[in-house]
């Protein structure tokens, strides 16, 4: 059985393509894991004026970003070693981010809270998760959760659901807008 790579489930370039990100943005990946499959192109389109913040709570996840930044000389990403469901955890600044995402980490409401908190006005969230349906890979069905359970949580926040997409065949993708 083929199990399809980091690039082949979600092609982190397409989907940020399709975001309009833009040289000199600032971006957060909250919960950014240890590939920093969307960190490292995310920091290739800000460019030198743009900064990415690399969020996890697992601090090897931190190094292998890092260890990718350095490979790629990639000097604009911070990384940040922080509970991403505890609001004011990552100690970035308030409305200093023009794109958050919550990528995989099923976008629980402290996760939301700490993305709005970060957002400028204006600014967008994009939250992509597991499609809930069996694959050989990734979590179990019953860890996934619903793009459905999602938009019903984030109807609590002030944001405006700007489009849904499918990013790639196993995962949903909803764009918000503060």
Same mark, same amino acid.
């Given at each position: $059985?083929? /199990?399809p790579?980091?690039s082949e489930?979600?092609n982190? +370039?397409? /989907?940020? +393509?399709?975001? &309009?990100?833009?040289?000199? $943005?600032t971006v957060?990946?909250?919960?950014c894991? =240890?590939?920093?499959h969307?960190?490292l192109?995310?920091?290739?389109?800000v460019?030198?004026?743009?900064?990415?913040?690399a969020v996890d /709570?697992?601090r090897?996840?931190?190094?292998?970003?890092e260890?990718?930044?350095?490979l +790629?000389?990639?000097? &604009?990403i911070d990384?940040v070693?922080?509970?991403?469901?505890?609001?004011?955890a990552?100690? @970035? !600044?308030?409305?200093?981010?023009d794109?958050?995402y919550l990528?995989?980490?099923?976008?629980?409401?402290?996760m939301? +809270?700490?993305?709005?908190?970060?957002?400028k006005?204006?600014?967008k969230?994009l939250?992509i998760?597991?499609?809930? /349906?069996y694959?050989?890979?990734?979590?179990?069905?019953?860890?996934r959760v619903?793009?459905?359970d999602?938009?019903?949580?984030?109807k609590?926040?002030? @944001?405006?659901?700007l =489009?849904e997409?499918?990013?790639?065949?196993?995962h949903?993708?909803?764009?918000y !807008?503060?």
């Amino acid at each position: $059985m083929h /199990i399809p790579s980091s690039s082949e489930l979600l092609n982190a +370039e397409r /989907i940020l +393509e399709k975001l &309009n990100l833009k040289a000199g $943005m600032t971006v957060a990946d909250l919960g950014c894991g =240890t590939s920093g499959h969307f960190v490292l192109p995310s920091a290739r389109i800000v460019g030198g004026e743009g900064r990415v913040y690399a969020v996890d /709570i697992v601090r090897s996840a931190l190094l292998g970003v890092e260890s990718r930044a350095k490979l +790629e000389n990639a000097t &604009n990403i911070d990384t940040v070693w922080a509970d991403i469901e505890t609001p004011g955890a990552t100690k @970035i !600044q308030d409305e200093s981010c023009d794109f958050v995402y919550l990528i995989n980490v099923h976008a629980k409401n402290g996760m939301v +809270e700490e993305a709005l908190r970060i957002l400028k006005n204006d600014g967008k969230l994009l939250v992509i998760d597991w499609k809930a /349906i069996y694959t050989p890979f990734g979590p179990p069905v019953e860890n996934r959760v619903s793009k459905v359970d999602v938009k019903n949580r984030l109807k609590n926040f002030k @944001i405006k659901l700007l =489009t849904e997409f499918d990013p790639g065949p196993y995962h949903w993708a909803l764009e918000y !807008q503060k």
